[in-house]
């Protein structure tokens, strides 16, 4: 048996008044995934456990079958885990975001992007070398990642300090959400001189005669300890393997032993390879069990507030990722199933993510009898066939049928 997870980052949403009381979900043509939630097993899953907030870095590793309230341990050292960083005992590791800070007056700041403009990887990787030259030293290293996403170690620093994720407060003030806590007032210090630094950088003076954001600042959030996750092989007895195009979730796949697969073109926003990611996937299944395909473009434009991006990103999720395994798999595989399911909602409203249990639909090419003639959207919700509290014990159901 091959198994196969597709994971829409933040598909899920509320009514919209633009989509006349639809959500994107329901609004976007997506006949492939109505496919799966006519001729497979629909249901309803809470990711987040109660009382968690609502990251990503939760919901994959619920998705994943592990359980939040035993193993997470923070956000960055997943992604430093995919960067290649090792961390002491004694590390502490922050996520570093590239951020557009609009300063009204000395005495104002918004939060105007939490991605700078998605400021590319290139452009990335000056400014974060300027800011480690800058503020690094034994005990303070920054490291370049992804587009606006990067990671700073604290050798010997605390991780008791309360932190607010960038995209949490897009628009508002950000003194009421510097850090608080135990030495908060030396990562306060940090974002304050960043924005010092690189306020006048050569990228940042280019970037804004392109009419695009700069990266005016770094906003230090996600703190925690390296985790230790049993590996698929240990709890499972299956070989794996991830396709993502961030290293949070790839951080994940190292800790439970899967191949990374790094595809060309995959960005993580809105023009990435999606029929590239579909490829892959296929072709590892050749040498692995399970493969986990991860899609941050719906995730990214609920942050950014753009129905119409959102709706652009499902559609082609399901004509070129899922409609493509769709029709080659059964050609390749002579058993597979499917589990397609978002992470959290990423409601366009609020532009954050939300706690609010999700859609999911479990496929088994050998039983696609079922069909209900329904589509793959929030609606399940109201009536699902299964319905999962604690997010974990879905992959148990998935592999082994039993919850």
């Known amino acids: ?20 009381g639809k959500t994107p979900l329901q609004v976007a043509h997506t006949p492939n995934m109505d496919f799966l939630a006519s001729n497979g097993i629909a249901g309803s899953v809470r ?26 341990t923070g956000r960055a050292p997943l992604e ?6 090792a961390l002491s005992k004694d590390d502490i590791a922050y996520r570093c975001n590239l951020v557009t800070l609009k300063f009204l007056d000395k005495n104002q700041i918004l939060m105007d992007d939490y991605s700078a403009g998605h400021i590319t990887s290139e452009e990335a990787k000056i400014l974060i070398e300027e800011i480690d030259k800058k503020l690094g030293n034994e005990a303070l290293k920054f490291y370049s990642g992804v587009s606006y996403r990067h990671i700073m170690v604290w050798k010997g620093g605390t991780e008791d300090i309360e932190c607010t994720p960038p995209h949490d407060i897009t628009g508002k003030e950000i003194s009421r959400y510097l850090p608080i806590g135990k030495n908060a007032n030396f990562l306060k210090e940090l974002i304050l001189k960043s924005a010092e630094i690189l306020k006048d950088h050569p990228v940042n003076k280019k970037r804004i005669t392109e009419g695009k954001k700069p990266a005016n600042s770094i906003w230090l959030w996600g703190q925690g300890r390296t985790p230790n996750l049993p590996t698929y092989q240990d709890k499972y007895k299956l070989t794996g393997a991830l396709i993502s195009a961030v290293d949070l979730t790839k951080g994940l796949g190292i800790l439970a032993g899967f191949h990374i697969i790094n595809v060309p073109g995959a960005t993580g926003w809105i023009d990435t390879n999606y029929e590239g990611k579909a490829e892959y996937a296929l072709n590892a299944l050749e040498r692995v069990d399970f493969v986990y395909i991860h899609i941050e473009a719906p995730d990214e434009a609920g942050h950014q507030g753009e129905y119409k991006l959102k709706i652009k990103a499902l559609e082609d999720i399901d004509k070129i990722v899922v409609g493509k395994i769709l029709k080659e798999a059964p050609q390749r595989f002579k058993n597979f199933k499917i589990l397609l399911l978002p992470d959290h909602p990423t409601p366009i409203k609020v532009k954050t993510h939300t706690s609010d249990p999700v859609p999911f639909v479990i496929y088994d090419e ?19 066939d299964l319905e999962i509290e604690d997010g974990y014990r879905l992959m148990d159901f998935f592999l082994k049928n039993n919850v």
């Open 1 to 20: 048996m091959k198994y196969i997870v597709i994971v829409p980052d933040g598909a899920t949403d509320y009514p919209l008044e633009e989509l006349n």
């Open 47 to 72: 990711n987040i456990p109660r009382g968690f907030s609502p990251g990503s870095d939760v919901a994959n590793l619920s998705i994943l079958g592990y359980d939040p309230r035993v193993y997470y």
């Open 80 to 85: 430093a885990i995919s960067m290649g960083l």
């Open 366 to 384: 050998q039983k696609k009898d079922i069909n209900k003639k329904r589509g793959f959207s929030e609606a399940i919700l109201n009536s699902p």
